[in-house]
């Protein structure tokens, strides 16, 4: 079974501040991705970044960077150079293949302040 | 491009009511995802389409809520009757194919989200 925890369920960052939101994951499957999502308070559910398990180096994207520590298994989020848009909740997501859809943590609050 | 459009984005019911929601997938996805998503949780699949069949329904509470995608296009999300615990955001997305989300041709497009609200 998939199991996404994050255990910060709000964060505050200073703007133009770098912040890392957590994320920590369990399967049994070999191969498997993580993702991360942004929902502003429209709703809906905006794709950031991906890391495959078997991807050597940590993904970034733009601003988006992903900590991917395997033997921990854990997927830290870090923004960097806050911007108050960036104020959001922020999903931490696994697919596992076989299973191809997402399964998504709790969340967590983020809060940038001017 | 036009993204996932869902409605209505908003509804207040009273228990034991029945409600609809509505999706329009981005044109020419053949996979369709619906997702309930309560206040403080992430979303949770409830049922995933393959053109207009259905590829894993596992967690649809199936003895009140039903979920349809007649033409492998638009998709319908019922529930009847509602109970208190069906208060949540239900989000449609779409991908072009069934394939890994980590692929391009697998990657998750969501809509808004339709609120519901059980009194």
């Known amino acids: 079974a998939q199991k996404i925890t994050q255990t910060q369920p709000g964060m505050f960052v200073q703007e133009k501040e770098a912040v890392t939101l957590d994320c920590t994951y369990d399967?049994?499957?070999?191969?498997?991705?993580l993702f991360w999502y942004k929902q502003p308070s429209s709703g809906e559910m905006i794709f950031l970044i991906y890391?495959?398990?078997?991807?050597?180096q940590n993904a970034t994207e733009g601003r988006y960077s992903l900590n991917f520590q395997k033997a921990r298994k854990s997927a830290n989020l870090v923004i960097s150079a806050s911007q108050l848009g960036d104020s959001a909740m922020y999903f931490c997501a696994m697919s596992s293949t076989g299973a191809n859809n997402l399964f998504f943590g709790t969340g967590t609050r983020l809060t940038v302040i001017p | 491009e036009a993204g996932v459009a869902q409605s209505p984005r908003y509804k207040i019911i009273e228990k034991r009511q029945s409600v609809a929601f509505w999706c329009n997938p981005i044109s020419g996805h053949a996979t369709l995802y619906w997702y309930q998503q309560i206040l403080g949780q992430g979303p949770k699949l409830l049922i995933q389409f393959q053109n207009n069949g259905v590829v894993d329904d596992s967690q649809l509470p199936k003895d009140r809520f039903s979920a349809e995608r007649l033409k492998g296009v638009d998709s319908t999300l019922k529930i009847q009757p509602a109970k208190l615990e069906d208060s949540a955001v239900y989000l449609c997305?779409?991908?072009?194919?069934?394939?890994?989300?980590?692929?391009?041709?697998?990657?998750?497009?969501f809509g808004e989200g339709s609120r519901l609200t059980v009194l």
């Open positions: 890391q495959g398990s078997y991807d050597q």
């Open positions: 399967t049994s499957d070999p191969s498997y991705g």
């Open positions: 997305a779409s991908s072009l194919t069934p394939d890994f989300p980590g692929t391009n041709t697998g990657e998750l497009f």
